[in-house]
């Protein structure tokens, strides 16, 4: 049996993706706050498709509470997807932040992945293989559009997410950032924003449904509502262009006095 842990399951994303791999037969460990939302996702889930769910109730942002799923994923039976979806959005901007509400964004969109794939990858890497899925956005590649830090914490799962594919990608871990642009979940609520205000909003089964195709296609990076694949492509080889300059012992010409 295949097990994956998804946290941030109780609403919008999270719960699309466990909704669509309780249909594909995966046991499932569901991770949010909201407990009695969880156990009636796993009372649905159980009863439509047989798979065995255990809720984990934890507020990642304790250090106390990420433990016990740290302790999770190190244990038995294996996990063998990690879903990396939890997360929030912050309103304003940097210069009158409290530095509080930084600090649990920094936590959330970037710490909290990042300690939970470092917990889970040592037995994908024994058992040669596992899957991590990564929920960044696009503003990952439009930092402009988004004052504040959401966008730098969004790239910084994006970049994570490449560097660990270089990492262990030949050892049998498959790694998907999954780049979703406005989509219609709880998120804009949560931070006091109005959905009806953004234009061209994605329905949120839509969007997973793209993004599990981008997954079963083994994709690095997906972004759903870009029309041709190729763009990315494209964007991926002016990078390496760019990269091509950073070989070099001399300072480039134009630096030089
Ligand atoms: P959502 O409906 O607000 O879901 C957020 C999930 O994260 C909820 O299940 C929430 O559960 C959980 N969560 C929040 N704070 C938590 C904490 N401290 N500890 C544990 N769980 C916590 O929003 P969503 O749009 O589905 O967001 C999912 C991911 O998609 C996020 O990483 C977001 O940045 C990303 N994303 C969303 C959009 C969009 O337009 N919707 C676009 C790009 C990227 P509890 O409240 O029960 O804890």
Not at 23 to 50: F, Q
């Amino acid at each position: 049996m295949t097990t994956a842990l998804i946290t941030g399951a109780s609403s919008g994303i999270g719960n699309v993706y466990a909704r669509r791999l309780a249909a594909r037969g995966y046991d499932l460990v569901l991770v949010a706050r909201a407990t009695d939302r969880l156990n009636s996702l796993a009372d649905d889930l159980r009863e439509t498709h047989g798979v065995k769910i255990e809720v984990i109730t934890a507020d990642l942002t304790d250090a106390n509470q990420m433990q016990t799923v740290g302790q999770r994923l190190r244990a038995e039976p294996p996990i063998d997807l990690l879903i990396n979806n939890a997360g929030a959005g912050l309103a304003g901007g940097l210069a009158h932040a409290d530095p509080q509400a930084l600090e649990h964004l920094l936590r959330l969109n970037s710490l909290v992945p990042t300690l939970l794939t470092a917990a889970v990858l040592p037995g994908m890497i024994e058992r040669g293989h596992g899957s991590i899925i990564n929920v960044a956005s696009v503003l990952a590649l439009l930092p402009e559009y988004s004052p504040g830090i959401y966008a730098a914490t969004k790239s910084y799962v994006l970049t994570m997410t490449q560097s660990l594919h270089a990492e262990v990608g030949a050892r049998g871990v498959y790694v998907q950032a999954v780049l979703p642009a406005a989509t219609r979940t709880e998120i804009y609520d949560r931070m006091g924003g109005d959905i009806s205000k953004v234009p061209d909003v994605m329905e949120v089964d839509d969007l997973v449904d793209a993004a599990l195709i981008g997954f079963d296609r083994r994709e690095l990076v997906t972004i759903p509502p870009v029309p041709h694949h190729g763009d990315w492509e494209a964007f991926e080889q002016a990078r390496m262009v760019l990269a091509h300059g950073f070989s070099n012992a001399q300072p480039a010409e134009r630096y030089r006095k």
